[in-house]
């Protein structure tokens, strides 16, 4: 049974134009004006794009004595209401722990997703266990590794260890990712702050200023160099970074920065509200910057 969504505005990597998507079965075969099918739907005012992949998601997610608020049946409903068709969650074992094992768990919670949906292996210890399985991950269609380089004492590996992952997922043809801030430096910024009595949602972002992700991702930046591997920053929400990224890119590397639509959009005044939940509700690593890091995160997408 074929289909003709009539009217609508395309919208490709490259263009928009208004025009008719024939779609026979589950796959677009012609895209034209006046054509006709068996079932016709007016989209005149709309647009017609591809679903989208949104590549950072973290559902039912075990953090620091808590879980993140979504689980795979409300995030992927989520994402079907904004037309993202897919999700990249982040499978994260703990220390120690099979990653197969790890990648088991993940799949036990999927079975209520609406949409497609992927896996990023986060590698939070290092061993020779590892190092094997790695190889057993990207073989189960798995070919991107995060690295956290926060988070000290939980899920922090050390340099020594992102330089040895990184050089096994060059031999694996993976994609190594990083959360790029210098825990030994927010550890210790974070004390500071607590022993001082700033525990508001203010002190989260005075732990963690832009230095400390400009820092840790010229670093992840010139290990992965020295790994000769490709490098994807993931949620680059400042200048700093975004500098060294910028650099590295201008010299031929291989680095990719990925900017969140909340850094893109929301700024550090979030965390003085004067209602405290709404600023502890938008506590997250990094944090919101001031407009002037926006202003770079929007120039490095154009």
């Known amino acids: 049974m074929s289909k003709v969504i009539r009217g609508g505005t395309v919208v490709t990597a490259d263009l928009s134009y208004v025009a008719d998507v024939k779609i026979d079965g589950d796959v677009i075969v ?3 004006h006046n054509l006709s099918g068996d079932e016709v739907l007016d989209a005149s005012g709309c647009y017609i794009m591809p679903g989208g992949i949104d ?27 904004g037309g993202t068709t897919m999700v990249v969650d982040f499978c994260l074992p703990n220390p ?37 399985e790695m190889a057993e991950v990207v073989d189960r269609g798995i070919t991107s590794f995060k690295h956290f380089m926060a988070y000290k004492g939980s899920l922090m590996v050390n340099d020594d260890e992102m330089f040895a992952s990184f050089q096994r997922c060059a031999d694996l043809g993976a994609l190594p990712l990083v959360h790029a801030e210098n825990g030994d430096v927010v ?23 832009p230095e400390v992700e400009g820092e840790a991702t010229n670093r992840a930046i ?22 060294a990224i910028r650099r590295a890119r201008q010299k031929g590397m291989r680095v990719y920065g990925e ?44």
Request: net charge negative; proline share 6%.
């Open 187 to 209: 550890a210790a910024m974070t004390a500071k702050l607590l022993a001082e009595g700033n525990n508001g949602p203010e002190g989260h972002a005075y732990s963690r200023p």
């Open 96 to 132: 120690n722990q099979s990653l197969l094992e790890a990648l088991q768990m993940w799949d036990n919670k999927t079975g209520k997703a609406s949409t497609d949906y992927s896996f990023h292996m986060a590698v939070t210890w290092w061993g020779e266990q590892v190092f094997n």
């Open 259 to 302: 900017p969140l639509i909340q850094h893109l959009v929301l700024d550090e005044s979030e965390y003085f509200n004067p209602d405290w939940d709404h600023a502890a509700r938008r506590v997250m690593s990094p944090p919101f910057r001031n407009k002037q890091h926006q202003d770079s995160l929007w120039a490095g997408l154009q």
């Open 55 to 81: 590549p950072h998601t973290h559902l039912e997610m075990p953090f620091m004595g808590t879980y993140s608020a979504d689980d795979f049946e409300s995030g992927t409903r989520a994402a079907l209401s």
């Open 30 to 32: 012609e895209i034209g």
């Open 222 to 243: 010139m290990i992965a160099d020295m790994a000769g591997v490709p490098l994807y920053v993931v949620h680059t929400s400042c200048e700093q970074a975004h500098e």
